[in-house]
């Protein structure tokens, strides 16, 4: 193994990467060292450089200068004195989300919920997240990076390393579906299913045996090939077109839904998320992934009354992330729909600046050093 690896660094807030040689990492006692095969070009990356230390200053990033880089797939290529459960020659996707691992929720098993959580190659939920980014402080726009071996997620044949550096889009919605209880017998409206984090949990909804699917988005074109997947259990309605309650009620035997999960983006008028709650039925779940801005009016008295809850979802657990990976590996999971655009790492500057329109939630940019 050469003693170097190239990386994108960013020096300055707003000034493209830098592609620099630098000593490749070696792993602590509970850490792995991984080859990147492929890491996903987020297309909301071009923001957080830019904009995300003003628009959301309690998400703090990384000391610069900084490799970024959120979603990776690999190979594990060595492993710490004290590593158990993988062994070099392993193809792995890395969880980004870091926790302290000693704190009650992490003990819990729920890492989300740790006050000191952290994306790697990313940003930080926490205003003294540097100690984590300082432990880990390599993304996936570099040709290795350490990881905690509690963080790898064993990836089948036959999943391509392209697929697992989309595990982050995907995850989110499955372990969304997965809180508010989605399954065989349940219904589910996902408001922006032709997005990128949509479509993910419209193919995970399909997975795990979901009845029906409801979708919006504003695009018709896209929503129709959305309904293409599984025109038998899949309805899409263009935003704006129909009463969303009503039309949800007429397709769905009269009633609501069991789940809806709200997909849109930061930008996303507070009404849609009202639109989509009112087409639940009694005792449903709302669950917002999408990270909308604007605080929409709730009626608690209806909310309390017709037993409705509102859930946030962020991320998904190691543990998630696999249970994905085995249904993917073994077929259940289908993601032949996604269309991969791949960039040499050298390109990652150009790639951010001017990314090719995407196909919705189909197309898949990632970067492979």
């Keep these: 193994m050469n003693a170097t690896m190239r990386a994108a660094r960013l020096h300055h807030i707003d000034e493209p990467m830098k592609i620099e040689e630098i000593p490749i990492p070696q792993p602590r006692a509970t850490d792995v060292l991984v ?4 890491c996903n070009v987020v297309p909301n990356l071009s923001n957080v450089l830019a904009t995300y230390h003003e628009w959301f200053p309690y998400l703090p990033l990384p000391e610069l200068p900084a490799i970024f880089g959120l979603d990776s797939a690999g190979i594990v290529t060595a492993v710490g004195t004290r590593v158990t459960d993988v062994t070099v020659g392993d193809r ?36 003294d997240g540097r100690t984590m980014f300082d432990a880990y402080p390599y993304g996936g726009l570099s040709e290795y990076l350490t990881a905690p071996q509690r963080n790898l997620v064993k990836l089948p044949d036959s999943v391509t390393y392209e697929e697992g550096a989309r595990f982050g889009y995907l995850g989110t919605g499955y372990s969304a579906l997965r809180k508010a209880g989605a399954g ?46 599984d025109p038998q259990r899949i309805q899409v309605l ?7 309650r009503n039309w949800v009620h ?23 998320f009202l639109d989509a709650v009112s087409t639940l039925r009694r005792g449903g779940v709302a669950v917002d992934i999408g990270g909308m801005m604007e605080r929409p009016p709730l009626d608690m008295f209806s909310l309390m009354c017709r037993q409705i809850s509102v859930l946030g979802s962020l991320w998904f657990s190691t543990a998630e992330a696999q249970d994905m990976a085995d249904l993917i590996g073994a077929g259940i999971l289908d993601l032949s ?4 655009h791949r960039f040499p790492l050298e390109k ?22």
């Design 35 to 38: 080859q990147v095969k492929a």
């Design 92 to 127: 792995v996707y890395v969880n980004p989300g870091l926790s302290c691992g000693a704190c009650r929720a992490c003990r819990q098993g729920k890492d989300q919920n740790c006050d000191r959580y952290t994306f790697m190659g990313y940003f930080s939920f926490c205003s």
């Design 184 to 229: 065989p017998g349940t219904t589910v409206l996902i408001d922006g299913i032709s997005g990128t984090l949509g479509l993910g949990t419209c193919l995970s909804a399909l997975a795990l045996g979901v009845t029906r699917i409801f979708g919006t988005g504003r695009n018709a074109a896209l929503l129709e090939e959305v309904r293409a997947i």
């Design 238 to 244: 263009p935003a704006g077109t129909d009463d969303l």
């Design 250 to 272: 007429e397709h769905n035997s009269g009633d609501g839904v069991d789940i809806v999960i709200d997909a849109l983006g930061p930008g996303a008028p507070a009404e849609s």
């Design 337 to 340: 729909v996604l269309e991969h």
């Design 348 to 369: 990652i500057n150009e790639a951010l600046a001017d990314l090719p329109e995407r196909h919705g939630g189909f197309t898949n940019f990632v970067s492979i050093p």
